[in-house]
């Protein structure tokens, strides 16, 4: 008799490999049986869209560096630094730093009926050694599930998953699983290039995600990669240090201007570099800005600008400057900021939040999404938007409804398979391997977060599936 995996045999596959510390502090997710599973045509635009990406990265940081020389308009840094410690201005203008982007690169994309939307970049991501985990565990469940079975993919179903996305130099086997089983590992073991040791320094604010780069450390070579807190000192020149602390934090990272100076003096390698311009969201408004459309046409080339154009939401810095009597923001025909206030609800469908460099610009903190909330609550949202322009400013962006997907999770308390319709955030990783023209981002691999489809905000809560991404 042919031994086949039932869904809950899957399931209880996937649980029984959670690490014995878990993934992330204090916080579980769903498990499903599968994986999400992702259409070709959009698994190759995730898979070449680190090359977009990385470029746009190269780009602003031009942009910044050229503001600040005349050469760009003046209020491009003047945004970005608003906010910011001279010291921490100083740092990210350091011709130490001057060509150090990002070697971590993830975006939020929503699926929406009209396509994919790209919301935000994150430069210093939760959820590496998540998905690292979630394709080593559904890799391994594939092919065990194959040899119970005894059988392989035929005809159409070979050939989707043999050929239907581009080699990649970290992609395994496993190829329908995007990155494949070791993607995530390998992509984020290059970044440090040959550095014989890796600090990987986790803030207290950060603490939540000490389980799963734990765990992702335990998988290479013994004593290669080590876990350090904010306190750590005994940093020796060669070291790789990677940064898993936000700049606005800094205060509470007490090793941060040890780090910083030793990357300063090129005896440890940094990433992602001291750059809070990486950190900004309000990057999707300057991309959207018409008085710098040359500069984007120049750095991104045709292509590149109209593909960001099409993926992005339009996005508004909330400046409270007054307009001239006959100007209006781009748009929305407003004369005021103050103005979108009087929108209907059903005008609002535009999310509010912080740009960055503070203890609520992550972790769905600091969002207001408009036609979720009362007229009054809204109110009070713009009005601490525009309160907020001189210490942390704020982003409108346009809301595009995810659409609602159909995911089934198993219910271990229940001993059940549950169907649920949900709306899907997608996490491709993108790692910067190289440096200069020759660097190239390759994909490790995509999470894909399913939230129940009453939830406006999609995000890792408890109630949310988490998955790996095939073909």
């Known amino acids: 008799m042919v031994q086949t995996f039932s869904p809950a045999d899957r399931a209880r596959f996937v649980r029984d490999r959670m690490p014995p ?92 009926d009209s396509g994919i939307r790209i919301t935000e970049l994150d430069a210093v991501p ?28 035929t005809g159409l179903a070979a050939s989707t998953a043999a050929q239907s996305v581009p080699p990649s130099p970290i992609r395994t ?40 780069m734990a765990w992702l450390a335990t998988q290479f070579e013994e004593g290669q990669f080590e876990i350090c807190d904010s306190r750590f000192a005994g940093f020796t020149e060669g070291d ?19 780090i910083f100076r030793l990357a300063q003096d090129k005896k440890v390698r940094l990433t992602p570099p001291p750059k809070t311009i990486f950190e900004e969201k309000m990057l999707f408004a300057l991309l959207w800005n018409r008085n710098l459309r040359g500069f984007w046409r120049q750095e991104l080339g045709e292509g590149f600008l109209e593909r960001l154009l099409r993926l992005v939401p339009y996005t508004w810095l909330v400046d409270p400057m007054p307009l001239p009597p006959h100007g209006a923001i781009p748009e929305l025909n407003l004369t005021d900021w103050h103005q979108l206030k009087a929108l209907s609800q059903r005008d609002r469908e535009l999310i509010l939040k912080v740009s960055g460099f503070s203890e609520q610009a992550w972790g769905a903190r600091g969002v207001y999404l408009g036609s979720d909330l009362s007229a009054s609550d809204w109110t009070e949202a713009v009005d601490l938007a525009l309160r907020s322009f001189g210490q942390s400013p704020f982003v409108l962006q346009r809301y595009h409804k995810p659409k609602t997907v159909e995911t089934p999770w198993f219910d271990f308390a229940k001993e059940e398979l549950v169907k649920m319709s949900g709306r899907v955030r997608l996490c491709p990783y993108y790692f910067v391997l190289g440096d200069g023209d020759s660097a190239r981002a390759n994909l490790g691999g995509v999470l894909a977060t399913i939230c129940p489809a009453d939830k406006k905000i999609i995000h890792g809560m408890k109630d949310a599936v988490l998955v790996p991404c095939t073909v």
């Open 126 to 153: 939760g959820g590496i050694g998540l998905t690292a985990w979630l394709n080593q565990t559904y890799a391994e469940l594939g092919a065990r599930s194959a040899e119970a079975s005894e059988t392989r993919p």
């Open 173 to 212: 086997p496993h190829a329908a699983l995007l990155g494949g089983a070791e993607g995530m590992l390998r992509g984020f073991e290059s970044i440090f290039g040959d550095a014989p040791k890796v600090r990987i320094v986790i803030s207290a604010e950060s603490a939540t995600y000490q389980p799963e």
């Open 240 to 258: 790789a240090v990677y940064r898993f602390f936000e700049l606005f934090d800094l205060a509470n990272v007490e090793n941060a201007k040890t």
């Open 21 to 112: 510390q878990g993934l992330f502090a204090g916080q579980e997710f769903r498990i499903s049986p599968h994986p999400f599973l992702l259409e070709v045509s959009l698994a190759k635009e995730l898979d070449s869209l680190g090359r977009v990406l990385l470029q746009f990265n190269r780009a602003v940081n031009l942009l910044y560096r050229q503001s600040v020389a005349g050469k760009q308009p003046a209020w491009v840094a003047a945004w970005l630094d608003q906010g910011k410690p001279p010291e921490l201005i100083d740092l990210q203008r350091s011709s130490a730093f001057k060509s150090d982007l990002p070697r971590v690169i993830r975006p939020d994309i929503l699926l929406t």
